[in-house]
């Protein structure tokens, strides 16, 4: 399975906008991009996903690169409650539609 | 709407004791099922996954075993618990009437094994 890789933390200041980075230099052409989040005791969340076409949605925009080897969450104006770690995944499309999570990067919003 | 329940919240068990802990879907038919283990501070390890009824995929070789005797319903089992089994149990689903790229998970067990 193809990798990502991003930092392990970040800091932002609140009403700020964070951008999060994901490496994924052997992504693949069928491979779909994932952004999940996990707040503090509670089950991974969906935040976002994309292909090749940059991506908007109500929680976040999602900034792929033109080569799809690196990606870049977009949170416009952070708060506190989106403090949490955030999981960048590739996944391609099979009868499992397996998710495979790595460390993620654990943001922290200070006010 | 769509409803996943996991139960119990919270459970500690001796070592060596069995463990079973249950996973329902509401409001979706035929979903694709998964669970998932984190570790304190870590991620979230795969450990089965269902695309049906009696259809069980394992990611990792383990003393646990899952079953899935209703369309809905996704049951993780032991019949003896080690202490690394210990972590945050996450259940998911994906497809159904949802979106089919989407998972969405449960609100999780907390096993502690003693």
């Known amino acids: 399975d193809a990798k990502t890789t991003q930092p392990n933390s970040m800091e932002s200041n609140e009403e700020e906008p964070v951008h999060l980075p994901c490496n994924h230099s052997?992504?693949?052409?069928?491979?779909?991009i994932h952004w999940y989040r996990q707040l503090p005791s509670q089950g991974p969340e969906y935040v976002i996903h994309g292909l090749t076409s940059n991506v908007n949605n109500r929680m976040a925009s999602l900034a792929i690169a033109e080569d799809r080897k690196s990606s870049t969450l977009i949170l416009h104006r952070a708060t506190l409650r989106d403090a949490a770690v955030y999981y960048c995944i590739l996944r391609a499309y099979n009868a499992g539609n397996m998710l495979t999570f790595g460390g993620g990067t654990r943001l922290m919003v200070k006010p | 709407s769509q409803t996943i329940h996991q139960w119990p919240a919270t459970l500690v068990q001796p070592v060596g004791s069995p463990l079973s802990l249950e996973c329902t879907v509401e409001g979706t038919s035929n979903p694709n099922l998964y669970w998932y283990r984190q570790a304190a501070g870590r991620g979230l390890q795969l450990l089965f996954y269902?695309?049906?009824?009696?259809?069980i995929s394992s990611e990792v070789p383990q003393n646990l075993s899952a079953s899935r005797p209703q369309d809905r319903q996704f049951i993780l089992s032991s019949k003896k618990l080690l202490l690394s089994d210990s972590g945050f149990y996450l259940c998911?689903?994906?497809?159904?009437?949802?979106?089919?790229?989407?998972?969405?998970f449960g609100p999780g067990t907390r096993l502690t094994v003693l």
């Open positions: 269902s695309v049906g009824i009696g259809q």
């Open positions: 052997t992504i693949s052409g069928t491979d779909y």
């Open positions: 998911a689903w994906m497809g159904g009437r949802m979106r089919r790229d989407t998972q969405y």
